[in-house]
Nanobody
Framework: QVKMVESGGGSVQAGGSLRLSCLASGYGVKSGCMGWFRQAPGKEREGLGVVDLNSGTPYFSDSVKGRFTISQDKAKDTLYLQMNRLKPEDTAMYYC???????????????WGQGTQVIVSS
């Protein structure tokens, strides 16, 4: 059984920072691909960044490049999303995903978490 659990969301003022965590049980941050996505009400899901767990190579969306970074802790089976200089338009549900196929922002990931809410106020 693969289970993805996000945490670390909350409310923050514009310009602030948050670090989201994704604990991947039954999978592990060891192989394949993992990524972070978000979805705001009334909008489609947006890929933020992914990382090839085999090589450690990340790939970020242009919309968050320079503000968001992804890191991993294989010992804790955890993937992190560090979000800096947050903007009100970053308000959304943030999801962690994992898969064993291709690793890209448009990849169909097999496993998804329930999401964690991020609210950025001005």
């Amino acid at each position: 059984q693969v289970k993805m659990v996000e945490s670390g969301g909350g409310s923050v003022q514009a310009g602030g920072s948050l670090r989201l965590s994704c604990l991947a049980s039954g999978y592990g941050v060891k192989s394949g691909c993992m990524g972070w996505f978000r979805q705001a009400p009334g909008k489609e899901r947006e890929g933020l960044g992914v990382v090839d767990l085999n090589s450690g190579t990340p790939y970020f969306s242009d919309s968050v490049k320079g503000r968001f970074t992804i890191s991993q802790d294989k010992a804790k089976d955890t993937l992190y999303l560090q979000m800096n200089r947050l903007k009100p338009e970053d308000t959304a549900m943030y999801y962690c995903a994992a898969g064993l196929g291709s690793c890209g922002l448009r990849t169909d990931f097999a496993f998804w978490g329930q999401g964690t809410q991020v609210i950025v106020s001005s």
